[in-house]
Nanobody
Framework: VQLQASGGGLVQAGGSLRLSCAAS????????KGWFRQAPGKEREFVAY????????NYADSVKGRFTISRDNAKDTLYLQMDSLKPEDTAVYYC??????????????WGQGTQVTVSS
C-alpha cells in the first residue's frame, strides 16, 4: 500500500493551497488519517487528524481556523485545505494512515511528503 501526497508549492503569505493524498495498493478508507509536517531542523509535528468516517477532526493549535482536513472515501483520498498561510507554515507535509490523533508513532503508513513554501 502507498500514499501519494501532492499539491505543494510556493505561495505568498496569506495565500492558499490544497494538498491531496491518494492511496493505492489497497484501500485505506477504513482508517483514521492525519497530516504532519516537518520544517528544516525541526522534528515532525502533528497538523490535523480525521476519523475514518469524517465525524471528528482535530487540529494543532497553530493551524486551527486556517486549515481544514477532509476525506473522500469513495476516492480513498485525503485533503488538507490551507488558507491564510504564514511563512512559519513552510515545511514538508506528510500524510499518514492507521493512527489516532496526534501520536506520530501510531501511524504505520506514510506518504512521501510534499513541499510547501510560504514567502513573506
Amino acid at each position: 500500500v502507498q500514499l501519494q501526497a501532492s499539491g505543494g508549492g510556493l505561495v505568498q503569505a496569506g495565500g492558499s493551497l490544497r494538498l491531496s493524498c491518494a492511496a493505492s495498493g489497497r484501500t485505506l478508507s477504513t482508517y483514521g488519517k492525519g497530516w504532519f509536517r516537518q520544517a528544516p531542523g525541526k522534528e515532525r509535528e502533528f497538523v490535523a487528524y480525521i476519523t475514518r468516517n469524517g465525524s471528528w477532526r482535530n487540529y494543532a493549535d497553530s493551524v486551527k481556523g486556517r486549515f481544514t482536513i477532509s476525506r473522500d472515501n469513495a476516492k480513498d483520498t485525503l485533503y488538507l485545505q490551507m488558507d491564510s498561510l504564514k511563512p512559519e507554515d513552510t515545511a514538508v507535509y506528510y500524510c499518514a494512515a492507521g493512527g489516532i490523533g496526534s501520536k506520530i508513532n501510531d501511524y504505520d503508513v506514510w506518504g512521501q511528503g510534499t513541499q510547501v513554501t510560504v514567502s513573506s
